[in-house]
């Protein structure tokens, strides 16, 4: 069992990272249904909190049916960051994780997300101030260091460490990668092999696998693994991962079927959260993920980006279901 705070979780808990635009509420619990232990709100900006700006506090929105959940703060200001972890606590999450991470340019030049990597003794005060303002747990998301030349993890893991945090995730990457090029999972083996660090590590980057999930595990030590991208219109990669490493068999892929009552719930659950329109408006970037790969759609997929109902989406659910129903045996998935 791993335990952040009084948090208690499985012995390998499978994370879904935080993803602006993407880990909002309906996504969460879809990826909840499917097998994620932990979740984490979309980021949230500390001076918009503040700010009571509209967009921000809308992402404070968690709901019991997905505990153990997180919300995810970023900024450069100790004490922005201290009033919003106050705010934060008001909805009363299961902890409060600080972005280290985000490589976005409209982030890092406000001195903040993976900005903050420049800078460690800011790092540390801005951590400092959030601990302090809370009485939940706090953990942090951070990456390798701004670039190649300038890893610097482990110096932040013992330090963050020191300042109270409960848990640490490592996306393997520098800054300088964004989501570029291969995750080097060898730092985040060497902070676990540093007997100086005693809170759970979790890593994150690339992992995409059943199979890959047990190798890294295996191999480079960590307490658990966070899931990111591989997940978006891919939620069944949780369970997958849980199957494999339970029987050593792989699940066969979802369905149409699958898929389709996926976007369903999707949808529903976005239209109950956001209005009917502007939920299904926003579903619009997860129709083409869910069928990936999936022969013969393009045309379905121009007349999902098209409707503004949910009747609308359910006669055209039951005209792709029959779509792919009709098809040959040799041409069927």
């Known amino acids: 069992m791993i335990k952040i705070g009084s948090i208690e979780l499985p012995e390998f808990p499978l994370l879904l990272a935080p993803m602006e635009d993407v880990s909002d509420p309906p996504f969460r619990r879809l990826c909840k249904m499917h097998g994620a232990d932990l979740m984490y709100s979309e980021f949230i900006s500390s001076e918009g909190l503040i700010r009571d700006a509209i967009k921000s ?168 693994i966070m899931i990111g991208r591989a997940a978006i219109g891919y939620p069944w990669i949780f369970n997958e991962i849980k199957h494999f490493f339970e029987t050593g068999e792989i699940l066969p892929p979802p369905t149409i079927k699958d898929r389709l009552m996926a976007v369903k719930q999707h949808a529903v659950w976005s239209a109950e959260w956001k209005g009917e329109r502007l939920g299904l408006i926003e579903m619009r970037q997860h129709y083409g993920n869910y069928f990936r790969g999936i022969p013969h759609f393009k045309p379905f997929r121009k007349k999902f980006l098209e409707i503004l109902t949910l009747d609308e989406m359910d006669h055209l659910i039951a005209e792709t279901q029959s779509f792919y129903d009709d098809l040959t045996p040799e041409s069927s998935l």
């Open 57 to 224: 506090k809308k992402k404070l929105d968690i709901f019991d049916y997905e505990r153990p959940i997180g919300i995810q703060i970023f900024g450069g200001d100790e004490e922005a960051m201290a009033m919003s972890a106050k705010i934060v606590e008001t909805v009363e999450p299961d902890l409060v994780d600080i972005n280290f991470g985000c490589p976005v340019k409209k982030v890092v030049s406000k001195g903040a997300g993976a900005g903050v990597l420049k800078d460690i003794d800011l790092m540390v005060r801005l951590t400092k101030a959030v601990v302090k303002s809370t009485h939940l747990p706090v953990t942090v998301k951070t990456r390798l260091g701004w670039d190649s030349e300038h890893i610097n993890i482990d110096e932040v893991a013992e330090r963050l460490q020191d300042t109270g945090i409960k848990a640490l995730t490592i996306h393997a990457r520098t800054r300088a990668q964004m989501y570029k090029g291969e995750a080097d999972w060898e730092h985040i083996s060497r902070i676990k092999s540093n007997p100086n660090i005693e809170i759970p590590v979790f890593g994150n980057g690339d992992i995409d696998s059943p199979q890959k999930t047990l190798k890294y595990k295996e191999k480079y030590l960590c307490d658990g």
